[in-house]
């Protein structure tokens, strides 16, 4: 059974930095791609990052294009999400998703974690 937990996230001042990790289980990591999106309030769920296999190669929204960094650790079967210069609008819930690839395509819809709550304000 596919299973992502996030953590990482908090209440954080405009210009800082938070991490944000997802634990995945459940599946061979390294056949999915991984990738993280963002709710904020009262608004739909976009696409921040992912990062793609075998090759992880990384792609960005640009709403946040050069403020994050999505990673991968094959060892810990952990994706990441380094955020740096938050605003105030940076304010959502993040999702990490996964995606099991199938001969370089994504294959089926993808499964979700809970999502982890990032405020930023001062």
């Known amino acids: 059974q596919v299973q992502l937990v996030e953590s990482g996230g908090g209440l954080v001042q405009p210009g800082g930095s938070l991490r944000l990790s997802c634990a995945a289980s459940g599946f061979t990591f390294s056949t999915y791609s991984m990738s993280w999106y963002r709710q904020p309030p009262g608004k739909e769920r976009d696409l921040v990052a992912v990062i793609t296999i075998p090759s992880g190669a990384t792609n960005y929204a640009d709403s946040m294009k050069g403020r994050v960094t999505i990673s991968r650790d094959s060892n810990k079967n952990t994706v990441y999400l380094q955020m740096n210069s938050l605003k105030p609008e940076d304010t959502a819930v993040y999702y990490c998703?996964?995606?099991?690839?199938?001969?370089?395509?994504?294959?089926?819809?993808?499964?979700w974690g809970q999502g982890t709550q990032v405020t930023v304000s001062s």
């Open positions: 998703k996964a995606r099991r690839m199938v001969a370089g395509q994504p294959a089926g819809l993808g499964t």
